[in-house]
Protein backbone atom coordinates (compact mmCIF):
# COMPACT_ATOMS: atom_id res chain seq x y z
CA UNK A 1 0.00 0.00 0.00
CA UNK A 2 1.39 3.35 -1.01
CA UNK A 3 1.30 6.50 1.42
CA UNK A 4 -1.08 9.29 0.24
CA UNK A 5 -0.04 12.79 0.13
CA UNK A 6 -0.93 16.28 -0.02
CA UNK A 7 1.65 18.17 -2.35
CA UNK A 8 1.75 22.10 -2.73
CA UNK A 9 4.06 24.21 -5.32
CA UNK A 10 4.83 27.65 -5.83
CA UNK A 11 6.86 29.38 -8.72
CA UNK A 12 7.23 31.86 -10.94
CA UNK A 13 4.67 31.92 -14.45
CA UNK A 14 8.12 31.96 -15.94
CA UNK A 15 9.11 29.13 -13.88
CA UNK A 16 5.34 27.36 -14.74
CA UNK A 17 5.70 27.93 -18.59
CA UNK A 18 9.44 26.06 -18.35
CA UNK A 19 8.19 23.42 -16.32
CA UNK A 20 5.08 22.61 -18.46
CA UNK A 21 7.58 22.39 -21.39
CA UNK A 22 10.02 20.33 -19.65
CA UNK A 23 6.88 18.07 -19.04
CA UNK A 24 5.86 17.69 -22.78
CA UNK A 25 9.33 17.41 -23.73
CA UNK A 26 9.92 14.60 -20.67
CA UNK A 27 6.90 12.97 -22.33
CA UNK A 28 7.04 13.10 -26.17
CA UNK A 29 11.02 11.57 -25.16
CA UNK A 30 10.08 9.05 -23.04
CA UNK A 31 7.00 7.61 -25.05
CA UNK A 32 4.82 8.65 -22.06
CA UNK A 33 1.48 9.78 -23.91
CA UNK A 34 -0.88 7.35 -21.59
CA UNK A 35 0.66 8.29 -18.58
CA UNK A 36 -1.17 10.90 -16.16
CA UNK A 37 0.39 14.81 -16.76
CA UNK A 38 0.07 16.52 -13.00
CA UNK A 39 0.00 19.68 -14.39
CA UNK A 40 -3.38 19.08 -16.10
CA UNK A 41 -5.00 17.22 -13.59
CA UNK A 42 -4.62 19.89 -10.48
CA UNK A 43 -6.66 19.70 -7.63
CA UNK A 44 -5.52 23.30 -5.97
CA UNK A 45 -4.39 26.04 -8.56
CA UNK A 46 -4.17 29.59 -7.62
CA UNK A 47 -1.63 32.74 -9.98
CA UNK A 48 -1.46 35.85 -8.80
CA UNK A 49 0.04 38.53 -10.40
CA UNK A 50 3.56 37.02 -10.13
CA UNK A 51 3.29 33.80 -9.26
CA UNK A 52 1.60 30.15 -9.80
CA UNK A 53 0.51 28.10 -6.89
CA UNK A 54 -0.39 24.14 -7.90
CA UNK A 55 -1.00 21.49 -5.57
CA UNK A 56 -2.43 17.87 -5.41
CA UNK A 57 -4.51 16.22 -2.48
CA UNK A 58 -4.48 12.33 -1.40
CA UNK A 59 -2.26 11.59 -4.72
CA UNK A 60 0.14 8.45 -4.64
CA UNK A 61 3.53 10.04 -4.26
CA UNK A 62 5.63 7.78 -5.46
CA UNK A 63 8.76 8.75 -7.40
CA UNK A 64 9.17 5.39 -9.36
CA UNK A 65 5.85 6.38 -10.93
CA UNK A 66 6.13 8.33 -14.14
CA UNK A 67 3.75 10.89 -13.53
CA UNK A 68 5.45 12.20 -10.08
CA UNK A 69 8.83 11.31 -11.73
CA UNK A 70 8.58 13.52 -14.67
CA UNK A 71 7.42 16.19 -12.22
CA UNK A 72 10.63 15.80 -9.53
CA UNK A 73 12.69 15.60 -12.54
CA UNK A 74 10.87 19.05 -13.92
CA UNK A 75 11.65 20.77 -10.74
CA UNK A 76 15.56 19.57 -10.80
CA UNK A 77 15.24 21.37 -14.05
CA UNK A 78 14.14 24.33 -12.98
CA UNK A 79 16.44 24.53 -9.90
CA UNK A 80 19.13 24.21 -12.42
CA UNK A 81 18.12 27.07 -14.82
CA UNK A 82 18.12 29.54 -11.81
CA UNK A 83 14.36 29.17 -11.16
CA UNK A 84 12.74 29.74 -7.84
CA UNK A 85 10.81 26.99 -6.79
CA UNK A 86 8.74 26.14 -3.34
CA UNK A 87 7.91 22.40 -2.52
CA UNK A 88 6.12 20.96 0.38
CA UNK A 89 4.09 17.50 0.92
CA UNK A 90 2.23 16.46 3.67
CA UNK A 91 2.27 12.52 4.07
CA UNK A 92 -0.61 10.60 5.09
CA UNK A 93 -0.41 10.68 9.06
CA UNK A 94 2.34 13.01 9.37
CA UNK A 95 3.36 16.15 9.27
CA UNK A 96 5.26 17.84 6.65
CA UNK A 97 6.82 14.90 5.34
CA UNK A 98 9.27 17.10 2.59
CA UNK A 99 10.14 20.97 1.94
CA UNK A 100 12.23 22.32 -0.33
CA UNK A 101 13.32 25.61 -1.74
CA UNK A 102 15.40 27.55 -4.30
CA UNK A 103 15.87 30.83 -4.75
CA UNK A 104 16.50 31.46 -8.51
CA UNK A 105 18.23 34.43 -10.51
CA UNK A 106 15.61 34.55 -12.67
CA UNK A 107 12.99 35.17 -10.02
CA UNK A 108 15.39 37.38 -7.94
CA UNK A 109 12.51 40.62 -8.01
CA UNK A 110 9.72 38.30 -7.07
CA UNK A 111 9.14 37.46 -3.25
CA UNK A 112 8.03 33.66 -2.57
CA UNK A 113 6.67 31.85 0.85
CA UNK A 114 6.45 28.47 1.23
CA UNK A 115 3.15 26.49 0.94
CA UNK A 116 1.50 27.32 4.12
CA UNK A 117 0.99 24.78 6.62
CA UNK A 118 -1.27 23.28 9.84
CA UNK A 119 -0.87 19.31 9.30
CA UNK A 120 -2.94 20.27 5.76
CA UNK A 121 -2.20 23.16 3.72
CA UNK A 122 -3.67 26.48 3.90
CA UNK A 123 -4.63 26.98 0.86
CA UNK A 124 -7.06 30.50 1.10
CA UNK A 125 -3.81 31.82 3.60
CA UNK A 126 -1.79 31.07 0.74
CA UNK A 127 -4.08 32.91 -1.62
CA UNK A 128 -4.22 36.00 0.65
CA UNK A 129 -0.75 36.11 0.95
CA UNK A 130 -0.25 35.85 -3.04
CA UNK A 131 -2.79 38.69 -3.30
CA UNK A 132 -0.95 41.42 -0.57
CA UNK A 133 2.26 40.04 -2.06
CA UNK A 134 1.72 41.81 -5.40
CA UNK A 135 1.25 45.18 -4.33
CA UNK A 136 4.52 44.92 -2.23
CA UNK A 137 6.21 43.50 -5.07
CA UNK A 138 5.10 46.39 -7.49
CA UNK A 139 5.67 49.18 -4.99
CA UNK A 140 9.70 47.35 -4.58
CA UNK A 141 10.46 47.55 -8.18
CA UNK A 142 8.95 51.51 -8.19
CA UNK A 143 5.96 50.67 -9.92
CA UNK A 144 3.60 52.33 -8.18
Known amino acids: MKYRN ?12 ELSQYLSDYYHTNNLYDTLCLLE ?3 VMF ?7 IGWNDIEWDESEDYVNALVSGLEHLKKNNYSVYYARIEE ?9 SDGSKDRDIT ?3 PFTIRVFDDQLMFRW ?6 YDAYRKGER
Do not use: P, Q, W
Open 6 to 17: DVRIILSHDGYA
Open 41 to 43: HTD
Open 47 to 53: TSKHAVY
Open 93 to 101: GCDVAARES
Open 112 to 114: FNS
Open 130 to 135: MKSNDF
